[in-house]
């Protein structure tokens, strides 16, 4: 009587769950779209803007060609891209909270910035992408060798050891970064803006979506090692060629935005945790909702940044920051109340 009373009410349940996944899957879809047009329209010029629409003299044209649409795909690639990163480091450390900016990839990152203006200035953008992914990669590597030491690996504490090998490799990029005289340019470098964003000088984000397409292909193996070394290496899976899959995915994600637009913290940690509690933890099913929300809120927070000093633009950092940080805390919070 029991079964017969439970499995009506189970069987109605899903059709239900996967209707609200559905809706809000549609939602971020269609708000991916409409804030995508509405990037092309928002800046100091004003040839090309809502109330004018695309002045037809060549200028506005030219503009919006050079311009504000590789601004705008810049900001859908790169917000995939960092929420996908963060999703694959996820997996490969079994914790919620850690993501590049987390772990001190990003900081590793900036130190391979800070060894191209010392040894090389005038280095090909594409070089530069590959010794900063080298970095980020080493990065990946040393993060993962520390945790493996850590005895306790408490839920906060692994992010905490991460920002504390972070804030001891990015104070020795500003150390050598000051007594260089290198610390206005590293810190024009790595500030996160897409102000100067255009045509010739974002190509490198399809470097970051392609390593999505590498993370789809190899999303049933993430999710596989997400549930531990013992369980992956019993199902006959290939335990470290699939981490360093992961960790060069990460890395590459991480250099082609460091080197585009540099730094934007905590995009990586609160879009995954978001798509968690609406669809669970499987990758290959959350993968596109990462990277759709992701890019959301990329073009969302730069939309904000270009309108709230109009004409100037608070840097996209500030404002990823900001939001980021307050989800994080949010993240925080609820997982603690739950706890208790």
Wanted: proline letters at 4%; hydrophobic letters at 55%; glycine letters at 10%.
């Amino acid at each position: 009587m029991a079964a017969d009373t439970a499995s009506p009410s189970t069987s109605t349940l899903a059709p239900a769950r996967r209707t609200r996944r559905t809706a809000v899957g549609v939602l971020i879809g269609v708000l991916l779209v409409a804030l995508s047009v509405l990037s092309l329209f928002i800046g100091a010029s004003h040839d090309v803007s809502l109330d004018g629409g695309v002045n037809t003299d060549g200028h506005g044209v030219f503009l919006l060609l050079t311009s504000r649409v590789p601004r705008t795909i810049a900001l859908v690639l790169v917000g995939a891209s960092l929420g996908i990163a963060g999703l694959i480091m996820q997996m490969l450390v079994r914790n919620k909270f850690v993501e590049p900016s987390t772990t001190g990839v990003t900081e590793f990152g900036s130190l391979g910035m800070l060894a191209i203006l010392v040894f090389w200035p005038g280095m090909p953008v594409m070089l530069q992408m590959l010794v900063v992914a080298v970095f980020a990669l080493f990065g990946t590597w040393v993060f993962l060798r520390v945790i493996r030491q850590v005895p306790v690996r408490h839920l906060v504490l692994v992010p905490l050891v991460g920002i504390m090998l972070g804030g001891v490799v990015g104070a020795i990029t500003t150390f050598f970064a000051y007594n260089l005289d290198l610390l206005q340019s590293l810190g024009q470098w790595a500030q996160g803006s897409f102000a100067s964003v255009m045509t010739g000088r974002y190509e490198l984000v399809w470097f970051a979506a392609a390593m999505v397409v590498v993370a789809w292909f190899a999303a049933d193996r993430f999710s596989v090692i997400g549930m531990g070394e013992e369980f992956a290496t019993n199902l006959g899976l290939d335990y470290r060629r699939v981490v360093a899959i992961g960790m060069v995915v990460t890395a590459v994600i991480t250099a082609a935005v460091l080197v585009t637009a540099g730094m934007l913290p905590f995009l990586g940690l609160v879009v995954p945790n978001v798509v968690s509690l609406i669809i669970g933890d499987n990758v290959r099913r959350s993968i596109p909702w990462v990277a759709g929300l992701g890019a959301v809120f990329v073009v969302a927070c730069d939309i904000l940044a270009r309108t709230l000093r109009h004409p100037y633009e608070i840097p996209l950092s500030v404002i990823v920051g900001v939001i980021g940080a307050a989800l994080f805390l949010w993240l925080l919070l609820r997982r603690r109340s739950r706890a208790h």
